[in-house]
């Protein structure tokens, strides 16, 4: 089992910026990947972002160039700075962990919510 605490939500304005983190615990594995879903009131989880442990990135192209996402593999804390945000990036952000081999598991936060005003 992998826990997951996520961290950084909060109200902000337009234009501002948030820290979010997520910190794991528990089984482990060292190949995975980690990253960043959300989802706004009435709409389905997205992906945002994603780092695995090699240092290959994915990114959200509606957060491409605002939204950067780093990690700590000695600290097994995954970040995701968010910049110029906007309304719509309003929602619950989600860390995930998946284990990437066989049988591949993901794993969820609580999540954390971004609410940005305009």
């Known amino acids: 089992q992998v826990q997951l605490v996520e961290s950084g939500g909060g109200l902000v304005q337009a234009g501002g910026s948030l820290r979010l983190s997520c910190a794991a615990s528990?089984?482990?594995?060292?190949?995975?990947?980690m990253g960043w879903y959300r989802q706004a009131p009435g709409n389905k989880r997205e992906f945002v972002a994603s780092?695995?442990?090699?240092?290959?990135?994915g990114y959200a192209d509606s957060v491409k160039g605002r939204f950067t996402i780093s990690r700590d593999n000695a600290k097994n804390t995954l970040y995701l700075q968010m910049n110029s945000l906007k309304s719509d990036d309003t929602a619950v952000y989600y860390c995930?962990?998946?284990?990437?081999?066989?049988?591949?598991?993901?794993?969820w936060g609580q999540g954390t919510q971004v609410t940005v005003s305009s």
């Open positions: 780092m695995a442990t090699g240092g290959t990135t």
């Open positions: 528990g089984s482990i594995v060292s190949i995975n990947v």
């Open positions: 995930n962990f998946r284990k990437v081999s066989w049988p591949t598991t993901d794993y």
